[in-house]
């Protein structure tokens, strides 16, 4: 049983560039929660998410960041003219239900140069 | 606004003791707490979870109690073992909001 997949895990983007984060979420799973973790710093919630509706997006900046959850295929964590600051682990969970434990992937490292 | 709050960033134990990691929140909605473990460049990994009608929940060397009048609960790990050595995290979800909020983590060391 595959646990939550992210790709990439180590993702290069110069100043400017748009960057995809991807999502696959444990079978039988359909609730999604994005997390940001800055250097030192602890988890950081961005965006709560069931296939195909954003339940909660009070922790995503309100501009350059979007996320969804189609019906089919992974979650997508898209920020556009990526600058210096968002470089950061983004970590995604899955959950089977919104009471249920959430389990996380191995992440995505973002390094904007 | 910190809703949970791990107050001590490191612990050092040595191998075999009780390592007690605390965590405090102060959010009176939330009804449902969790511990991960995170080693370094991985992701969290779910350790143990307890509901606010419990007070205590245990899984194998993994013990969580929940103080719900103090607003506190802690994380035993009986006995510590090297490779219990990483960051845990205390997190928490509750009333309307299902969001997990999470402490800023408390490093572990066990020394062997």
């Known amino acids: 049983n595959a646990g939550v997949m992210q790709n990439p895990r180590h993702l290069v983007r110069r100043r400017g560039q748009e960057a995809r984060l991807r999502c696959s979420p444990m079978?039988?799973?359909?609730?999604v929660y994005w997390y940001r973790q800055l250097p030192e710093e602890g988890l950081k919630f961005m965006v709560y998410?069931?296939?195909?509706?954003?339940?909660?997006e009070s922790g995503m900046p309100k501009e350059r960041f979007s996320a969804e959850f189609p019906k089919e295929g992974p979650s997508i964590l898209r920020i556009q003219q990526v600058v210096r600051g968002d470089s950061a682990a983004y970590f995604c969970a899955s959950l089977r239900s919104e009471v249920a434990e959430a389990f996380f992937g191995q992440g995505t490292r973002l390094t904007v140069v | 606004d910190q809703q949970v709050k791990q107050n001590s960033p490191s612990l050092s134990v040595q191998e075999g003791r009780i390592s007690i990691l605390n965590c405090d929140y102060t959010n009176s909605m939330f009804d449902y707490f969790l511990w991960y473990k995170k080693y370094p460049a991985e992701g969290p990994t779910f350790l143990i979870s307890i509901s606010s009608i419990k007070d205590k929940n245990e899984d194998g060397r993994f013990t969580v109690f929940l103080n719900k009048s103090a607003k506190h609960l802690s994380l035993h790990i009986v006995p510590s073992q090297p490779g219990d050595s990483a960051v845990y995290f205390c997190a928490a979800r509750g009333g309307s909001n299902y969001k997990l909020t999470f402490g800023k983590g408390t490093l572990l060391t066990v020394n062997p």
């Open positions: 079978k039988g799973h359909s609730h």
């Open positions: 998410l069931q296939k195909e509706n954003i339940i909660d």
